[in-house]
């Protein structure tokens, strides 16, 4: 371990041991991944790992914590309240994938790892709930047509569903985020657009 790192400030040394564990879990799973294997990918020792987050549960738990906060905070950038509802729903469709695409261990570690791990499910649960009302509230200050608050909440339901299957296939390589965003774009506009037709014309010319 090089002597310069011992003098890292704390929440530097912090995030550099995160940053190794999301690397880690992300390509391990839960289970499979060692402590040893994070301090090492770290470049600390064991027991300085330990020192900051007692069990690897305190760990992954602080992984999935400071991911979430992360993936909250992508989304809300581009929001403009002035554009136009179409414009604005593709932003916030953009947005979460390009995260995905640009995050993909973080990405792995938020909905797949921790999914399958029971002890951490309420975690993704209320990071998805956050998401969800997010994404109403986005939809709620750019809409132009008359909805009710079932009708915004259940669009943002579909949105988060229909963007986390297609995320997946982004991780796997098996869509480019252009293309991915058109598709759950084209998927969720007409429940965006109200009572409007979404006829041939328009869904050619989604994107």
Partial sequence: ???GTKRLPRAVREQQMLDAAVAVFAEKGFRETAMDTIAAAANISKPMLYLYYGSKDEL???CVNREGSRFIEAMSTGFDPNLKQRDQARTVIYEFLHFVDTNRASWRVLYRVATAQSNFTAIVDASR???IEMIA???RRGTT????????ELMAVALVGAGEAVADRI?????????????????GWHGLAGDKKV???HVSQIG
């Fill in 145 to 152: 047509v008359e909805a009710t608050e079932t009708d915004f």
């Fill in 171 to 187: 991780t796997e390589g098996d869509i480019d985020l252009d293309s991915a965003t058109d598709l759950v774009f084209g998927m």
């Fill in 1 to 3: 371990m090089a002597g």
């Fill in 199 to 201: 006829t041939g014309e």
């Fill in 137 to 139: 509230d986005l939809l």
């Fill in 60 to 62: 992954f738990a602080a």
């Fill in 129 to 131: 709930a956050r998401l």
